[in-house]
């Protein structure tokens, strides 16, 4: 019975893009996920805070093989941000450290500030975070007292689009590049009005082509599983590449490509990442264009 357990588990293979519910981590609804679907292996795509909601995608079986590309995807977020006081962690769930009055501050000043933090910033990763420093992730260090110093870091804001501004909470819509803090980026902005400022309530609201229109909560996934439709909650594996372009190879290419040889292969793109397909149009990997143009395999599925 064990072994085709195992087996049953082996055959759970895709995306699920997940609503997470503020309150639990992202390891804890990953694994929660993993339970419900009885799936073998399975990673989510780019941690969320306990403070955080939002768009998780959670890939299953195969499809972990390629969760690598959605971690380096651009991302975008709801942000509330709650102006004129600082904490310990950045967000609502540390402790007050500093007050300040908010008398002085117009919005005219809150959206000329804002204009600094459109394109590539500098960012401090903050300590509360999962980043490792020999060998210790941060925050185990901050939960020590201990505060170490931590090397700046360029990110890219594409989009920081002013919503509201009332009763010190200030809404934004943010979109940015892979490694954007925006617990880092609310108490900058807080520095830069001269008041402080940390995160209230964070959404993530897409992740590369998902939204989080399309997420499903754990509550709904429960129902789908009592009646036998949670596999329909999957997306294919290739629906986290759909945005490049896609190559279909014939067999021997194909032969090739999965013995790590770059093939040559006509109406291929010059440059980038690509799909690619057998001769029966089926998806099993990725690869990327070379300068000589030839398509090198970087990720493939079977």
């Known amino acids: 019975m064990g072994r085709r357990r195992s087996s049953d588990n082996n055959n759970i293979h895709g995306i699920l893009l997940l609503d997470k519910r503020v309150g639990i981590s992202s390891n804890g609804a990953l694994q929660e996920v993993k339970r419900l679907f009885g799936a073998g292996k399975a990673g989510h795509t780019g941690s969320l805070d306990p403070l955080a909601s939002g768009l998780l995608p959670i890939c299953m079986g195969k499809a972990t093989k390629i969760s690598s590309f959605l971690l380096d995807t651009d991302k975008q977020y709801r942000v509330s941000i709650r102006l004129g006081i600082k904490t310990t962690t950045g967000d609502a769930e540390g402790e007050v450290i500093e007050k300040n009055s908010l008398e002085t501050l117009c919005l005219a000043d809150i959206k000329s500030v804002l204009l600094r933090f459109v394109g590539r910033v500098s960012q401090i990763p903050p300590m509360y975070s999962a980043l490792k420093q020999d060998g210790v992730r941060?925050?185990?260090?901050?939960?020590?007292?201990?505060?170490?110093?931590?090397?700046?870091?360029?990110?890219?804001?594409?989009?920081?689009?002013?919503?509201?501004?009332?009763?010190?909470?200030?809404?934004?819509?943010?979109?940015?590049?892979?490694?954007?803090?925006?617990?880092?980026?609310?108490?900058?902005?807080?520095?830069?009005?001269?008041?402080?400022?940390?995160?209230?309530?964070?959404?993530?609201?897409?992740?590369?082509?998902?939204?989080?229109?399309?997420?499903?909560?754990?509550?709904?996934?429960?129902?789908?599983?009592?009646?036998?439709?949670?596999?329909?909650?999957?997306?294919?594996?290739?629906?986290?590449?759909?945005?490049?372009?896609?190559?279909?190879?014939?067999?021997?290419?194909?032969?090739?490509?999965?013995?790590?040889?770059?093939?040559?292969?006509?109406?291929?793109?010059?440059?980038?990442?690509?799909?690619?397909?057998?001769?029966?149009?089926?998806?099993?990997?990725?690869?990327?264009?070379?300068?000589?143009?030839?398509?090198?395999?970087?990720?493939?599925l079977h």
């Open 138 to 300: 941060l925050y185990e260090l901050a939960r020590k007292g201990i505060n170490v110093k931590r090397q700046p870091r360029d990110v890219f804001i594409h989009k920081l689009e002013y919503r509201h501004y009332g009763d010190g909470l200030l809404d934004l819509d943010v979109g940015c590049s892979k490694g954007t803090y925006i617990r880092s980026l609310a108490e900058d902005i807080g520095d830069a009005l001269g008041c402080g400022a940390h995160v209230e309530t964070l959404i993530r609201t897409r992740v590369g082509g998902f939204d989080v229109s399309e997420a499903w909560s754990i509550a709904e996934l429960r129902t789908k599983k009592e009646t036998g439709d949670a596999l329909c909650c999957l997306l294919p594996t290739e629906n986290a590449v759909l945005s490049w372009p896609a190559l279909t190879l014939a067999e021997d290419m194909v032969y090739y490509l999965k013995q790590g040889q770059p093939v040559r292969t006509p109406n291929a793109p010059s440059k980038g990442r690509v799909r690619l397909r057998n001769a029966q149009n089926v998806f099993f990997g990725v690869g990327e264009m070379l300068e000589d143009g030839r398509v090198a395999p970087r990720r493939l």
